[in-house]
Structures are given as structure tokens and as C-alpha cells.
């Protein structure tokens, strides 16, 4: 053999640069199908965003933008000083403290309940779950005839018991009543929590127990932890929810339109008028289209901060199985 033939071959190969045939291909078919959602988000969230923004700026009627004016700060100057957005707000921010944690505590509990090993539970759970899937406005109307004044259930319940006591749920007691409907929607809730509570491993339960701890001290010291990631996501939405309060207070406390007759907000009694119900007064009865942005974009930043709040507290209260808070990896 000679010395030629020992040499070993090199082959070289010509590197090519940019992407191939195939990786185009890949990268067209990647944007083809993400398309309706890049046309979704752009089109019906980020524009509509910027152009409502705008719009707050300006005195808009929402009839012609010929008449239309840029105004500035003003219609926000004006929300600063517009005492009927601050008791809106304010009785919106009384039944959000209230209700949220009702229907966290409320949710928890019959997941619990439903989580033992007792007769009839499918039963139990379907019943306790279909109030959940009535129709937001349905349920308004069963709710509405149980609170009326003169042939509602409570009144008659409450008479069967004390004759001739009759109250006026929803003049009187609007904030209960918006409250307490709440609860109907708590089979929503059970249902995400039970899947939490299913998920909890019966070993760490078997631990403490052996460990001298009682029912309490178990649920509390190792159930409830390990949920939490649950409760921090119905926290944030109960927040987001309460906060935009509006076709409950709407349609449950207006008892007699009189005066606001195509929207539907003269029986409102003024101490249930929330903030949404003066936004969407302000917006679509008076047609002051800038201003009711103006107040849009204000509980939009509102329920951002609140819920920002939340999430940065997730690390004191939340825990999870790895560390989401960890950058990199170790």
C-alpha cells in the first residue's frame, strides 16, 4: 500500500447560509396557523385598545368625528371629580371585599363536602354544578322573582313564619341581594376546586396523621397549600369579575324603567348604582362616548393594579411544586 493511499480523505462541504427550502416552508405553515390569532389579537384587542384610548382623549358622541374634538386630559380631570364614579366605585369596591372571599370560602367548602366517599355523590355533584350552566340572564330572573316585594319566595317564606313581614330585598338590601346571587355561579368554583383537592397526594395526608395531626391541621398545614395555585387563580378572576360588575346590578335591582326607558337603568336604586352602571349611563343614555372611555380605561388600570397586587403577593402565600420565580437554570 502506498503512502498516497494511507493519506486520509477530507471532504469539504459547502456551508449554506439562511435557511433552507424546507425551514421556509416550516416557517410560512408556523404563521399560516397562527394567523387567526394574530388577526384576532390585533384586530379585536390591540386596536380597538389604542383607538379607545384615544378616543377618551377627545369629546367624541359617538354620531360624527367631523364634530370631534381632541380635548386632552379632560374627561379624565373630570372622572376625578365626578362624585358619582367615586360612590360607584366605592359600592363596587364594598362587594368585590365582600363577595370574592364569599365565593372563595363558599366554592371551597362544598368541594370538601363533595370530596368524601358518601352515597350519591355523581348526585350530589351534578346538583350542586347545574345552577352554574343557567344562562347569566336566566338566573337573573329566577333570583329577581324570588327577591320580588309582593309574590317573591323569600318574602312568602318569611311571612309564613312572621305573618305581615314583608321587605323590600332589592330597594333595601341591593348589596345582599347582588352578594348572595353570586353564590349561584359557587358550582364553577366547586368544580376546579374538587379537580385541586383530587390532586392532592393521600400520602402527605397518611403522613400527618401519623404525625398527631387533626383534620384541621392537615387540611389547613398540607391541603390548602398544596391548592394554592387554585385559589391564587380564583382570587384574580373573582377580583376581575367583581370589579366589572354590570348586568346583575342591572337587571336584579331595576324594578320600574321609567325614565331610561331603551336602556333599562331608571328603576336602578341609587344606592346600588355601580361604578359599570354609571359608565355605561355616562356612555350609551347621555352619548358621551369620550368620557365613558375615559372611565373604562380608569377600571382598566384599576383591575390591572389590583390584580399586579395579587400576583406579586403569589410569592409569600402560593407555593408550587417547582420555583417559578427561579431565572435560569441551576
Partial sequence: MTQAATKPVFRYQKVRRGMSQRQWRDLGLFYLFIS????GFLCLLLFPL???????????????????????LDNYIRVWKDMDAWEGFFRTAVITVVGVPVGIVGGLAIAVLLNQKVKGLRLFRTLYYLPSVVPGVAAIVIWKSIYDRNNGLLNALLDFFRRGTVINWI??????????????????????YLAALQGVPTELKEAANID??????????????????????????????????LVPAMLLTNEAVNNFDRFGLGGVPPANRLYMIHLYEQTFFYQRYGYGLALAWIIFVIV??????????????????VDVTARGDN
Fill in 171 to 192: 330597594s333595601d338590601y341591593s348589596n345582599l341581594a347582588l352578594i348572595v346571587m353570586g353564590l349561584w355561579g359557587l358550582g364553577g368554583g366547586m368544580i376546579i
Fill in 50 to 72: 389604542i383607538w379607545g384610548l384615544y378616543l377618551s382623549l377627545t369629546n367624541y358622541s359617538g354620531w360624527s368625528f367631523a364634530s370631534m374634538k381632541f380635548i386632552g
Fill in 36 to 39: 387567526p390569532w394574530v388577526f
Fill in 212 to 245: 398527631g395531626a387533626s383534620s384541621w391541621q392537615s387540611f389547613r398545614l398540607v391541603t390548602v397549600p398544596l391548592i394554592s395555585p387554585v385559589l391564587f387563580f380564583q382570587l384574580i378572576m373573582g377580583i376581575i369579575n367583581y370589579l366589572q360588575l
Fill in 304 to 321: 390591572l393594579i389590583f390584580s399586579l397586587l395579587v400576583i406579586k403577593s403569589q410569592r409569600y402565600w402560593v407555593h408550587y411544586e
